[in-house]
Structure formats: C-alpha cells, structure tokens
C-alpha cells in the first residue's frame, strides 16, 4: 500500500514538471514573438530625434517660432489659458508675431515647411489627414486605374521605402483583379516591359530617407505610362520637383489629402504636374478629386486644352520654299524670314492656337529627305530626326522608311501623284465621236431591246382579234421599231390593248435611248479628245521614247526603287535611273513642269495639287495619263522624341 503511494507522488510531480516546462515553453515563444514584432517595427519606421518632446521643452528651448491659425480657437485657448507653461509660450513665442499668423491650414503648413525653426500647432485630425493611409492609396490608385483603363500597377521605390507598405499596397491592388508588382526606379526601363498603357504609382513622405523621384529621369518618365506620386500635404511641390524635368507629353499627377477631409469624410486632391520648357517653371493644373463617399471626380478638359498654351516657347521648324506650298515673302540680309502659301496658313494656324514663336531653319541641301548609302538622311528629314529641329513644314509622303525615324502629324491631303505630258496635237476624228457615246456592251443591249420590242408587238397580232384587219408581221413591225428608234411615227394605230402597251413601250424606250445619246455626244462635243501614246505605267515603259522625271528633292523616287511592284520597279530602272545618273532631274515642279512644254517626248510626275497651284506659270497645254497615277498621303514630319507631338496632332 505504502509502495502505490509512493509511485502516485512521483507520477504526480512528473505531470506537474512537464505542465511547468510546458507553460515556460509557450511563455518564451511568447516574448520572443512579441520582441521580434517590435523589432521588425522599429526597423520600418523611422525615428527622429526630436529637439523637445512636450510644451515645456519648447519654451525652454527658445529658438523655435510657434504659430497657430489666426482666428481660430488655439490662438484664445493660449492667451486665456491659467496654466502658467501654455501663458509663458503665448507671451514668448506666439505673441511676438501675432500680427503675421497664418490664415490658414494650408498657409500655415507651408510656412512651417519653409523655415526650419518653426512649430505649427494644429488640432491631430488635420495633422492626420495630410498623410495618407495605404488603405486610402489603394482606393485612390484603383479609381485612377478605372479611369484610364491602365492594364497593371507598378510600385515604383528606391529599394529601401517601407517595406511593409509596399508589400501591403501590392497586395491589395493584386486582391482586386489588378496586375501589380514592384520595381525599382534605377531599373525601370530594363526591369518593365511594353503594356499598354501602366500605371506607376510612387510614395513619398517629408520623413523618408530615400526619395525615389531624383532618380526619375526625362527618359524614364516619357518611356513609362502614367505616373501616380502620393505625397504628404506638408510636402512643397516647388521645392520637392525643384530638379526633377517633367516632360509636356508625361501625363504626371499627384495626390495630396485636402484640407476639405472633415466629419469623417476623406478627400484626396489629384494635381496635374508638366514642364512645358526646360527653362520655364513646374506647371500645375488641378485635374481631379477623390473623396471617400463619392469617389473620383475628374476634369472634362481633354489633355490637348489642359497644355496646348506654350507660353511663347521657340519651337524650330524646317522649311523648303516650293510654290505653291511654301513661298518667300519678306527677306532680311538676302535671307527669308517670313514666308506664304497654303502649307504656311495651316502652319500658322497650330502657331495661333499653341501660343509658341516659330524660328525657320532650310536645309544646307536643299531637299526634302532621302536616305543616302549609309543610312543618313538627307535634308529636312535629317534635321527632323537628328533633333537639329522640332518640326518639318510642308507636305510630306508617308513613307515606309522616313516612319523609322521621324513621325508624322495626322494627314493633311490625299492627292494623286499623276505622270502628264505635252498636250498631244492628234485628236479623235469625227465619226469616232459619233461612234464613241456608246461602248460596244451598250449597243448591243439596244440592238436586244429593238430584237424584243419587235418580237412581242408580232406575237401580240397574230394571236389578237385584229390580225385580220391590220398587218403586224415581223417586217412591218421590224420598220415600225427602227422608224421609233429613229423618232418616226407610224400611220396605223394598233387596235388591241396588247399592241397598244407594246407601242407605248417601244415609244418611251425609244426617247430615252436617244436622250442619253444626245447628251452623252453634246459631252463628246464640247470636250477636246486627244491621241494619248499610252495609258497608264505600263504602256509608258512599253513606249520606250518617253523619258521620266520627277522632282529630285522629295521623297517619290522611293516609291519606285523600294516599291513591291516589279513594273515600278522596272521604270525605276529604265527610266528614272538614267535621269539620275546624268544629274538631270529638276529640282522643283515648276522646273519640271515647264520642261514639258520644251521637250515633246518627256513626262514629268507630280502631284495634282501641284499642277493646280502652277498651272497659270506653265506656257503650254499638259494633260495627265489616266491611269498613270499613284495615290499618296501627304502631312508634316515632327520629331519622335518631341514633347509637343501630342499637341500638335490634337489640335
């Protein structure tokens, strides 16, 4: 009995060893979860030393100026107050400068942003408002996302900026169906591919230590999409942009919590922020607001109207004079400074509505652009894709190669690039105008009508009531149909009905027929028809005795040389080439055009425009081949890296 026991005491201690250790075990995983929570806290969040901690060390301190809202409820609670600290901080550091208090939040904000030794005393909702929550910034950011149809969210962050924000923020967009990630600002062009249409989303506080937005280059800013910058309401705009270049084309926006954010109710405000010059100040526009009830509100000013004034910014231009598109008007030192023409007034037109100062350029060569052996281009296409200016005047080709290095504005005309040549002194003879009116398909569709009009007015005798009384065979009525063709009439009426209708029948088609076949020879008549050699490119090359220019200086040689078509290609080589060789093409359509009337056996090609505009200078007759023609596209050239190309192609 006495051994039981024994053995139960000992159990007894073993079970209340082991709930010991149990109990120290879970105490331990406890603490150390709990010291490893802080840690982790601590490490995220950044901790300043501050110069006091309470109302007591300010005043002791004494070389901070306070300043409180004038007119509000703080600047009384000071001065009435009977706590001896808050009288001693009114009397020394508030009253002195009671004349120049700030009016309001905002004010006083940025005063306090300005001077390093200044203290603001404001009620903590506003002071919480001016930071945004991440919750709010996801709210914002998937509103902005709905807004533009952005197809995924970048966190753009400088490597070391809260951590758990940004885990937390991508996460969350992620949860709503958005593709997000994060990338560093360093790699962002390597690291993001080509989506249509991102946003970046970036975040800053006046209490970080790394601030992504010195990194961002103009580069980086144009290449990427939409950008998306949440800032604490104490950040200055101004002086945190200060050197950072934000391109006219960058569509760059900021959210900042608003002063409005009362009862519960939070609103973001969304600023537009754009450089139109490098040397001109940050521009600021007022897009949108977000509000915790309503949602997003956003600005019915299309970007193209928010921007489109350039502040008289000088925009180059280069520019070859060519009537009837581009002509000199005034000189200055032998030099054109002011310039006419129907390219011009439309030039004019993007000057007037921009608000910009234009400063031409000519190019050294002379020509509107070619590509040389080595790749280079040439003349005002060369000056537009070297940067050398911003814009191309006149009416360019849309060419598959020139679109590699340049860009074009939206289409200006459409006209034809046309062959023409010396009026020919051969005309159509007489009775070809006779003959011509109708085409062979038609004849013989009147020669079928006059074949059934006279079967039917037989058929309808010799099976009526009147075949014994008058005589509809088909001789009779054969002469009756030709003499109706011929607007004869016909002595004996048909009795029947029947007949009657196929008279009336044969009666009006007969009118018509020979009403559009007046009308038709009256055309004929009044218009002089010429022997033309051929018709279109492949009797050209087929003839063999006409050579073919056209203007050195634009861009339509190519058509031929690089064309996909084997006869353009063949005229390339049998009749452009050889101009080219001897140095013979002109160097502007007047030149060509007028060297028709001096060789008979030359053709030129130009567009019809052209000849439209020059056709009173030219001192003979031209006609154009039919079906010789190539239709074009024509525009002005801006450059690809331009910030002012979505400008000019809304305007």
Known sequence: MD????????????????????????????????????????LAIRRHELPFTDFQSLVNDGTYRVIVASGSAHLNYFNSSRNLVLKQLYKQLIEPHVNDLPRSLDEGLERMCQHTKMAYVASDIFMRAARLSVETKVSVTLSVVKKFHSSGVYFVHAGKQGSLELLKFVMSIAREGVPASAVFVQTLCAEVRVQSNPLYVMSYSNTSSDNPLTQLSARRLRRAGKWLVFLDTLVSLEELFDKTYIPLDTEFMVAQSSTRSTDGVLHVSLTELYHIHYALPLQMFFIGNWSSVSGLTWSSAPLSQRRRDLHGIVIKGALRPQAPYITERKYKNKKPIEFGGFTMRIFREFESRMNFTPEYFIPRDGAYGFRNANGTWTGIVGMVATDEVEIGIGLFSFTEGRMDVIDYLPPILNPKLTAYIRQPSDEYTMWSHILSPFGVPLWRALVTVMLTLMVALTATWYFGAERDKTDYSFKTSFFLVLGAFSQQSHAIAPKTLSSRLVYLMVYVTAVIMTTSYAATFISFLAVRRYKLPFEDFEGLLKDGSYRLGLNRATGHLHLFQDSDDPLMRQIYTDLIEPEVRSNALPQTDLEGLRKLCDESKYSFLTLDTSLKGLEKEIPC???????????????????????????????
């Not at 007894?12 to 603490?31: N, P």
């Not at 154009?624 to 400008?647: C, D, E, G, V």
């Open 3 to 42: 051994h039981l026991t024994a053995d139960d005491n000992r159990q007894q201690q073993a079970w209340s060893c082991r709930l010991i250790t149990l109990t120290s075990y879970f105490t331990a995983v406890i603490l150390l979860g709990a010291y490893s929570a802080t840690l982790t806290s601590f």
């Open 621 to 651: 007759n031209i006609v154009a081949i039919p079906r010789a023609f190539h239709t074009t596209t024509l525009s002005m050239l801006i450059s690809k890296s331009s910030s002012y190309r979505t400008l000019f192609t809304d305007q």
